[in-house]
């Protein structure tokens, strides 16, 4: 049976460098990989131009349609593209969008993780600083406490 490994992107150069740390010290051959973006309210709100209050997707089908070909384009450039070759299994991408705010991507990473039943959520810590994440919260902190399954958090010096 091949091990479930669950990992979170974003499009951020933290993000990549924690995917390249676990494909080069992590990864075996046979396990199943399976990347998970969350357009959450807030960024779906930014794309519109409107408040995160304001969330509602079904009046501009286009701007969503937009954020998913946008996250797509990412995961392929800075996930998939480097892919060493003696990988032969393609990773599974999904991409959820989430009503929640930003603050709590982090449970539909737990609850994805538990749906998988993952070996393990693999995911990069960014570093915004002590101010940035007191008020905009830690999505890896949130699953590290919240996560029914192991997780391994990869920080960035």
Not at 89 to 118: R, Y
Not at 124 to 145: D, I, L, R, T
């Amino acid at each position: 049976m091949p091990r479930v490994l669950l990992f979170p992107v974003d499009d951020t150069d933290d993000s990549q460098k924690s995917w390249d740390w676990m494909i080069n010290n992590f990864y075996r051959d046979g396990d199943e990989v399976h990347l998970l973006n969350v357009i959450s309210r807030l960024t779906f709100a930014a794309t519109l131009g409107v408040p995160a209050v304001d969330f509602t997707p079904q009046i501009n089908r286009e701007a969503y349609e937009g954020a998913v070909r946008k996250a797509e384009a990412f995961i392929v450039k800075r996930f998939l593209a480097r892919l060493p070759e003696h990988i032969q299994t393609t990773p599974i991408v999904h991409i959820i969008k989430s009503e929640i705010d930003t603050n709590n991507v982090g449970h539909v990473i737990c609850v994805k993780a538990e749906e998988l039943k993952a070996a393990c959520v693999l995911m990069g810590s960014h570093n915004k600083g002590p101010v940035a994440e007191f008020f905009m919260g830690s999505v890896s902190q949130y699953v590290s406490h919240h996560s029914k399954v192991p997780v391994v958090i990869v920080k960035q010096p």
